[in-house]
């Protein structure tokens, strides 16, 4: 399924505070976007370090944020993202998959097979929305299915420009379990499974999910979340010959999806 670039983003790329905001929402938002950057724990002085804030700002922003409950302090001293973050990014999740079936559906009325979105989330792929092919042998992804990375195309698409470090120490935490004979297994093959993504700009899962199933994938560009689309259907539709044609079609959707999610998000 599709790739992704899950890149952390410095502290001179990120938005300065909106005329009329307000200061400490923004900082505060931009602090639990930093500790999700980092693996979801830092302490105090990485934040300092990273943000530009001072310590005493930052403890106070934090203070606040630990008795919201959408960070926690760990034993350690460290602070890590909260539980009650898990609800906003669920109800975030399926409204970002609402806003996608439109394009998912000129996806099916233009390859013919099933369309997909999903996720990249923590070290799974979840999948948010799905639309399915009108044809009477067809594939089913149900919409919250989790699946390890490796296996799938979108997995490859969401990975494809994650430093090569990163993803050995993914695939070093979630294993290389065989879903079937054709699964990648070892590190090395799925590195260069990404090589070949980021030369060819698709991602491809050729019965390594499940045996008779083909899937092509690609990213969404600069999607508020490592997000991609993907088309799947049996092996004998979704062939070499068609990829040519479906690739572009992929390509363009997401382009255009991607667009429309940040109109969502105005500046």
Known sequence: ?????????????????????????????????????????????????????????????????????????????????????????????RLLGTWARPYLTRLVEETGETANMALLDGDEIVYVAQVPSKHSMRMFTEVGRRVLPHSTGVGKALLAYTPADEVRALLARTGMPAATEKTITTPEGFLDALDQVRSLGYAVDDNEQEIGVRCLAVSI???????????????????????????????????????????????
Do not use: K, W
């Open 1 to 93: 399924m599709p790739t992704s670039s899950a890149s952390t983003t410095d502290a001179s790329s990120r938005p300065t505070a909106a005329s009329g905001g307000v200061q400490s929402l923004e900082r505060a938002f931009d602090l639990l976007e930093r500790m999700a950057d980092a693996g979801g724990e830092v302490g105090l002085s990485e934040l300092s370090a990273a943000s530009g804030l001072p310590l005493p700002t930052i403890h106070r922003l934090m203070r606040t944020l630990v008795a919201c409950g959408y960070v926690r302090q760990q034993p350690n001293r460290r602070y890590a993202l909260g539980p009650r973050l898990i609800r906003l990014g669920e109800s975030a999740s």
């Open 221 to 267: 560009p600069n999607s508020p979340t490592a997000a991609a689309i993907s088309i799947s259907g049996p092996a004998g539709r979704v062939t070499e010959a068609v990829t040519e044609r479906f690739v572009p079609i992929l390509q363009g959707v997401a382009a255009e999806l991607s667009v429309a999610l940040a109109n969502q998000n105005p500046a």
